[in-house]
């Protein structure tokens, strides 16, 4: 296992570029997203490419006026389209994976973290890289996509939250859920509320040790969220 810990970054890659290559799939049938969801979110992308700013919701009916309330994935794949210069709805499908396989490593961290086991963090990369549901789910053109991604993102940074500077990284993207899949957000609220309510009566590495120390974890986890 310490031989796995030296390799830990080569993993990483690894994982990253298996997991890449499993959401890439699709593409061999269609150059298009994957699933229906993805032509509404691709065409916010191009109204925001040609207006230059985010569209008002109220402005538009349909699919159209519904995704443009949460308006971050479609605002991402914009910013990702004029850097590339392909057009958001052919750039969809690799802009997906290239999202999706984000949560394979961060799910290989967390569980390495969590578990101090490498080959239990390598299993789970393993597992989340190339298990159907979990594939599905990082490879449609939804907004519960990146939403995904963040939590996993958040989940790794609440439980390393003792060193500052992973609190202070963590409160970008708890800001940042909200306004991009509502659901998503309310399983973040209800983990993050769960985990601290655990920390803060069983003795563990991540207990609590004081009051000061549970309310700064309530106000920069589960608060931000709440507001």
């Not at 057009?87 to 390495?112: N, Q």
């Not at 490879?139 to 958040?154: E, G, N, P, R, S």
């Not at 974890?217 to 589960?222: E, Q, R, S, V």
Request: charged letters at 10%; aromatic letters at 12%.
């Amino acid at each position: 296992m310490n031989r796995l810990k030296r390799y830990s970054l080569w993993i990483c890659i690894l994982l990253f570029i298996v997991g890449f290559a499993a959401r890439l799939i699709p593409t061999h049938l269609s150059p298009l997203p994957f699933n229906i969801d993805g032509f509404p979110l691709a065409r916010i992308s191009e109204i925001m490419i040609s207006t230059g700013s985010i569209p008002d919701p109220a402005n538009y009916v349909g699919l159209l006026g519904y995704n443009m309330k949460l308006p971050v994935f479609s605002l991402l794949l914009a910013q990702f389209s004029l850097v590339l210069g392909i057009e958001p709805l052919y750039l969809m499908p690799y802009f997906c994976a290239l999202v999706g396989s984000l949560a394979v490593i961060f799910i290989y961290v967390l569980t390495r973290e969590l578990t101090n086991n490498d080959l239990a963090a390598l299993g789970a990369g393993l597992f989340a890289a190339l298990s159907g549901l979990f594939v599905y789910v990082t490879t449609a053109a939804m907004k519960q996509l990146l939403a995904i991604v963040l939590l996993c993102f958040i989940f790794y940074t609440y439980s390393r939250r003792r060193d500052w500077r992973y609190r202070l990284v963590m409160i970008f993207p708890l800001g940042l859920l909200p306004f991009t899949h509502h659901l998503t957000s309310l399983m973040a609220l209800l983990t993050l509320s769960f985990a601290l309510a655990g920390t803060a009566f069983r003795r563990s590495e991540h207990h609590v040790r004081s009051w000061k120390e549970l309310l700064l974890d309530l106000i920069t986890g589960p608060g931000i969220l709440m507001i």
